[in-house]
């Protein structure tokens, strides 16, 4: 069984702060890991995702999380925020391939990106 | 490529009323979801298919709801009889075999009134 836990429901920060979103994760197996973004009405769009290969993934639009897997973490981080970065923002994992959870993933709660100018 | 098509964008519908949410999957991928996103409960996984089987219904609420996969590039899932705690945004997503990560649809946002 798998799940994630995101840590803040929301996250406030200045334009051009650090952004710091919190994910950990809990897996039976070796999981495949993934951060997604959901801007207002609309579906989610993936952001990065590791899966076993180098344990620093960067993603679209700036972004980049590091697996940990000491610390069952895989936290998004962004060096500057800009405000076009408010929307929410979503952990998921599966388990990787050949095991029967392969493909099926399982999201976090979510948490809310505000960005301040 | 037009991505994950979900329509329709919105509905609107009366309790007791029979609601089809339909998906056209990205050509190509094997792999397809149903999802539903709640402000109390996140997003939960209903259904997904494999080379249009069913491979695990477990997330699905109860009876009333059902979903058929009759060709690779199409989808439905259907709620029969609908009640107002199944308004929610319902998400269809795809992905090929051995990649991971799916490709989302803009979701349906289901109102039941």
């Known amino acids: 069984a798998q799940s994630v836990t995101q840590l803040g429901s929301h996250v406030s920060v200045s334009e051009g702060a650090l952004v710091l979103l919190r994910c950990n994760y809990s897996s039976s197996v070796p999981p495949y890991l993934f951060w997604y973004v959901q801007y207002p009405n609309q579906g989610l769009q993936l952001l990065l995702k590791y899966t076993s290969a ?13 697996f940990k897997k000491s610390e069952t973490s895989f936290h998004l981080t962004k060096p500057s925020a800009h405000m076009s970065d408010a929307a929410e923002y979503f952990c998921a994992v599966t388990g990787n391939a050949g095991g029967t959870s392969y493909g099926k993933l399982t999201f976090g709660q979510g948490t809310i990106l505000t960005v301040h100018p | 490529d037009a991505g994950v098509i979900q329509s329709p964008r919105h509905e609107v519908t009366e309790m007791g009323q029979e609601v089809t949410l339909r998906c056209k999957p990205i050509s190509g991928h094997d792999y397809l979801f149903w999802y539903r996103q709640t402000m109390m409960r996140g997003l939960e996984l209903l259904i997904y298919f494999n080379n249009n089987v069913p ?10 709801f059902s ?7 199409f989808s ?3 709620i029969q009889p609908s009640e107002p705690r199944d308004s929610a945004v319902y998400f269809c997503a795809s992905s090929p075999t051995g990649a991971v990560g799916y490709t989302f649809g803009s979701g349906t946002r289901l109102t039941v009134v």
């Open chain 2, 55 to 64: 491979i695990d219904d477990s997330g699905m609420p109860e009876d009333r």
């Open chain 1, 54 to 66: 180098a344990t620093l993934v960067k993603g679209i639009n700036g972004f980049e999380a590091e």
């Open chain 2, 67 to 73: 979903a058929k996969m009759p060709n690779a590039s």
């Open chain 2, 76 to 78: 439905t899932l259907k």
